[in-house]
């Protein structure tokens, strides 16, 4: 199904008006002239590591709904980390930001795993099985993340906040749940498993990588916390997989 992933103007309307219907504020594209929210079918296209029914038992509950004090409590921490942004945090956005023309968030991982597989003088037999479980989970972490984005529609922090200026790129789709925070919840996971005296470190890694978006503007707390729930979930699956060969 990754030949509709991009689905249409009707799909859109669609996926607005569920989220009013919901009573919540529906996401809008704050670029000029508006643009689709990307890929905005991809959550339906086929996994690898588990069936379609599946993946939709792993889409998140819902966020904060965007008339409650939580959410009133999340859009103003994530004002106070870009009005006036530490330095530490500056490094960390720009480190994980992986944006248009990059590697994007999966890439990053696989960069992380290619430095540490090095080191291990894993065969290349071995090579092609850790990335193929790898980009596994990183896949499935992008269906799994995107049917979450479409079926809340969740607003960004700057469109609920215009002083909310975001330290790098805003991105053309929905808020919750955080996509870099699912991805490297899920690279974490099968990571440690095949190198577990790293565990600790991916880990780290992926908490920091998820708190990243948080102090870049872009995502809400509870978009980066779930996120990385929802990542782990999925790297689980890719285990159960390493497992079995």
């Not at 004090?69 to 921490?77: I, N, P, R, T």
């Not at 499935?140 to 984005?149: I, L, N, R, S, Y």
């Not at 790293?198 to 880990?203: D, I, L, Q, W």
Request: net charge positive; charged share 20%.
């Amino acid at each position: 199904r990754a030949g509709t992933a991009g689905g249409n103007l009707t799909i859109w309307a669609q996926y607005e008006a569920d989220c009013a219907a919901r009573g919540e504020i529906p996401w809008q594209s704050l670029e000029i002239p508006k643009r689709p929210p990307m890929l905005m079918n991809f959550g339906k296209v086929k996994c690898f590591l588990f069936d379609s029914l599946t993946a939709v038992s792993l889409r998140a509950g819902p966020p904060p709904s965007t008339s409650s004090e939580q959410m009133k409590k999340e859009l103003a921490e994530v004002y106070s980390y870009t009005k006036n942004p530490k330095r530490e945090n500056i490094a960390k956005v720009h480190f994980w930001a992986d944006g248009i023309a990059t590697s994007t968030p999966p890439g990053h991982w696989n960069d992380i795993a290619s430095a540490d597989f090095i080191k291990k003088n894993f065969s290349e037999v071995r090579w092609a099985r850790n990335l193929a479980l790898l980009n596994m989970a990183e896949f499935d972490a992008a269906v799994v993340t995107w049917d979450t984005k479409m079926f809340y529609f969740n607003p960004r922090p700057s469109q609920l906040d215009p002083r909310i200026k975001t330290l790098t790129g805003e991105p053309n789709f929905p808020s919750y749940i955080s996509g870099h925070s699912t991805f490297s919840g899920a690279a974490a996971t099968i990571l440690g498993h095949i190198i577990p005296e790293r565990k600790a470190a991916y880990e780290a890694m992926a908490m920091e990588a998820a708190l990243s978006r948080l102090y870049g503007g872009i995502h809400y707390r509870a978009d980066c916390e779930v996120g990385l729930t929802v990542g782990k979930n999925i790297g689980n699956y890719a285990i159960q997989r390493a497992t079995t060969d």
